[in-house]
């Protein structure tokens, strides 16, 4: 909305302003009411029948909205006679600002546990501080799907918005994450390498992964046996080494589908590593989105099929804090 605009909204408001108050009201009881609505914003008056979570419910339809509200006031804590921007359509679709754009950081996990000398487990206690870090600086966690919206211009999602993954398919993402994840109502991302589900008590098991996607995590594709996509194997044929990758790709997802019921379209690169014939063949098997581990964050105008994504090793908050990137200042006038 230009500055011309607002102006003419803010000129026009304190008119209504002034006017309602000189006029007695008789009703007792009274119904949260804007003071200026258009087709793109509504303006109320912030109180106890107008909270965030009330507009929310009432203007936007559910209260999981309620991040609009708040990404629009730009203000954590409003005076109850403050005035409250509740957007009625999405706004800023790609997050472009005059000085600078948003951007959606990938946070990778492995295994959760107390041993502190494999960098590729977390001890619950350094995950519980991260996790409470991310909920108490207003971060939310958004899906592989919510991510593609973004990144193909299609929808608006929340300007601190970080994607949670976990690799691999341990045990211990649904003994000790999830609990963690539940106290803060977040979830993650799940990859599984196919051949790993259920083969040991070590590994989550189907029944444990459809536990996880009713609570809402979202399960992606860690191919089926956890293969460097980008190596072929000494002595291998072209042919044979093409076809072994096809099969990584397909068989895993039509594995998911059918023991999940969905249309999987997340998958995570074995290592990381892809290459222009791999990042082909994803696409063909049907993949929308797929994660590296290349370091950095993500603009809506990264290719979804190769997403930068930070591994989080050390454990302490400074680095983790450092990962946290959601906007990329830089002038666009």
């Not at 040991?200 to 956890?226: C, M, P, Q």
Request: some cysteine; aromatic content about 12%; charged content about 25%.
């Amino acid at each position: 909305m230009n500055n011309s605009k607002m102006s003419f909204i803010f000129i026009s408001l304190i008119s209504i302003i002034f006017f309602t108050s000189c006029v007695a009201n008789n009703s007792s009881v009274q119904h949260p009411s804007s003071l200026y609505k258009s087709n793109d914003y509504a303006l109320y008056k912030k109180g106890k029948e107008n909270s965030f979570s009330q507009l929310a419910r009432t203007q936007l339809g559910d209260e999981k909205w309620v991040w609009k509200i708040e990404d629009a006031n730009e203000i954590e804590i409003l005076s109850d006679s403050a005035l409250v921007q509740v957007p009625l359509k999405d706004q800023n679709i790609g997050g472009l600002f005059e000085n600078g754009y948003q951007s959606v950081p990938i946070l990778c996990y492995h295994k959760f546990g107390p041993d502190r000398t494999s960098p590729l487990t977390m001890p619950p206690d350094i995950f519980n501080q991260q996790m409470k870090y991310l909920k108490d600086n207003g971060y939310r966690v958004v899906s592989p799907a919510d991510l593609l919206d973004f990144l193909k211009y299609r929808r608006q999602i929340p300007r601190k918005s970080v994607l949670i993954t976990i690799d691999d398919g341990y045990k211990s993402i649904y003994d000790i994450a999830w609990p963690i994840l539940k106290k803060y109502n977040f979830t993650a991302t799940v990859f599984v390498y196919t051949n790993y589900v259920g083969i040991s008590k070590k590994a989550l098991t189907w029944d444990d992964l459809r536990e996880l996607k009713s609570y809402g995590f979202s399960i992606g594709s860690h191919t089926v046996s956890h293969a460097d996509l980008t190596k072929k194997n000494p002595d291998e044929k072209p042919d044979d080494f093409y076809h072994r990758i096809t099969e990584e790709l397909l068989l895993s997802k039509k594995i998911i589908d059918k023991e999940l019921g969905q249309d999987t379209i997340g998958l995570s690169f074995p290592y990381g590593r892809q290459n222009r014939n791999v990042l082909k063949l994803a696409e063909a098997a049907g993949y929308k989105i797929a994660v590296t581990v290349d370091r950095g964050s993500n603009p809506f105008f990264t290719n979804p099929l190769a997403l930068n994504r930070d591994m989080i090793l050390k454990k302490e908050m400074k680095t983790f804090i450092s990962r946290l990137h959601t906007f990329n200042n830089v002038s666009l006038k």
